[in-house]
C-alpha cells in the first residue's frame, strides 16, 4: 500500500516565524501536491511537483514556497507565518501517468496553527 | 476556482438507510473521483469513473456520471455508522497536462445507529 506520512500533526507557531511542513511517499510517484483545507472551502491546490526540482504554482500559492530535492520528499515552506495561514495542510502524490489523472494518496495532514 | 459542487452540504441518516451525494462540475473531464475524509484525517480514494462510463460500483457503492449534465452522484448502500465523514468529489477538469484534481467542497454524511 501506499503510504504518505507528514511530519507533524499538530503544529503551533507564532506570526513571522519560518514553518516547514514535510512530506515523504514510499511507492516512488513523480506527482506530489501540497493543499490547505479550510472549513466551507474544501481543498485548495498551494503547489505541486511533477519531478525533482520541479514544482508549478497551485491555486493560492502566495505566502508559500516548497522544495522538492528528493523524489520521495516534498517540503511547504511558510516563510513568515501569518494567523490566517492556521490550516490543515494536506500533502498528497500519484503516479504520473501519460494518459490520464491518476488517483491521489494523502497523508493525514498537518493542523497548524499560527498565534 | 470550485469545479465540483456537492449537494448536500449535509446528510443524516440512519444505519441501513441508502445516502446520496451529488456532484456537479463546470468544463469537460476525462474522469471524476469519489474520496472520503474521515474527521480530522487525510482523504481516501474510494472510486474513479471515466468519462466515457455511465456507471461502476465497488462494493456498496454505486457512481453514476452523466457528461451532458455535467454531475455525478454517490450511492452508499445499506449505511454503517462507519460510513460518517464527509466525502468530496474531485475532477481533472480538462488538464494542462500535469495531472491535477480539483476538489469540490464536500457533503457531511452523519449515519446514526
Known amino acids: 500500500d501506499v503510504k504518505v506520512t507528514q511530519s507533524s500533526r499538530y503544529l503551533v507557531k507564532r506570526t513571522g516565524e519560518k514553518v516547514f511542513l514535510e512530506c515523504v511517499q514510499d511507492?516512488?510517484?513523480?506527482?506530489m501536491f501540497w493543499y490547505r483545507q479550510d472549513p466551507g472551502l474544501g481543498l485548495r491546490l498551494i503547489y505541486f511537483?511533477?519531478?525533482?526540482?520541479?514544482?508549478e504554482k497551485g491555486d493560492i500559492p502566495e505566502g508559500y514556497s516548497v522544495s522538492r530535492e528528493k523524489k520521495e520528499r516534498f517540503s511547504l515552506i511558510l516563510e513568515s507565518a501569518s494567523t490566517n495561514q492556521t490550516s490543515m495542510y494536506l500533502c498528497?502524490?500519484?503516479?504520473?501517468?501519460?494518459?490520464?489523472?491518476?488517483?491521489?494518496?494523502f497523508g493525514p495532514g498537518t493542523r497548524l496553527t499560527v498565534l | 476556482s470550485q469545479q465540483g459542487e456537492e449537494d448536500p452540504q449535509a446528510l443524516s441518516i440512519q444505519e441501513g438507510e441508502n445516502a446520496t451525494m451529488n456532484c456537479s462540475y463546470k468544463?469537460?473531464?476525462?474522469?471524476l473521483q469519489w474520496y472520503r475524509q474521515n474527521s480530522g484525517r487525510g482523504l481516501v480514494h474510494l472510486i474513479l469513473?471515466?468519462?466515457?462510463?455511465r456507471e461502476k460500483h465497488s462494493g456498496r457503492l454505486r457512481v453514476t456520471l452523466d457528461t451532458s449534465k455535467k454531475s455525478s452522484s454517490l450511492l452508499i448502500t445499506a449505511s454503517r455508522a462507519a460510513d460518517t465523514a464527509s466525502y468530496f468529489c474531485?475532477?481533472?477538469?480538462?488538464?494542462?497536462?500535469?495531472?491535477?484534481?480539483?476538489f469540490g467542497t464536500g457533503t457531511r454524511l452523519l449515519v446514526s445507529p
Open positions: 511507492m516512488d510517484h513523480e506527482n
Open positions: 498528497a502524490s500519484s503516479l504520473r501517468d501519460r494518459g490520464d489523472t491518476d488517483t491521489q494518496y
Open positions: 469513473i471515466r468519462s466515457n462510463e
Open positions: 474531485a475532477t481533472d477538469a480538462g488538464n494542462t497536462g500535469f495531472q491535477k484534481l480539483v
Open positions: 511537483s511533477y519531478d525533482v526540482k520541479m514544482k
Open positions: 468544463t469537460s473531464i476525462n474522469n
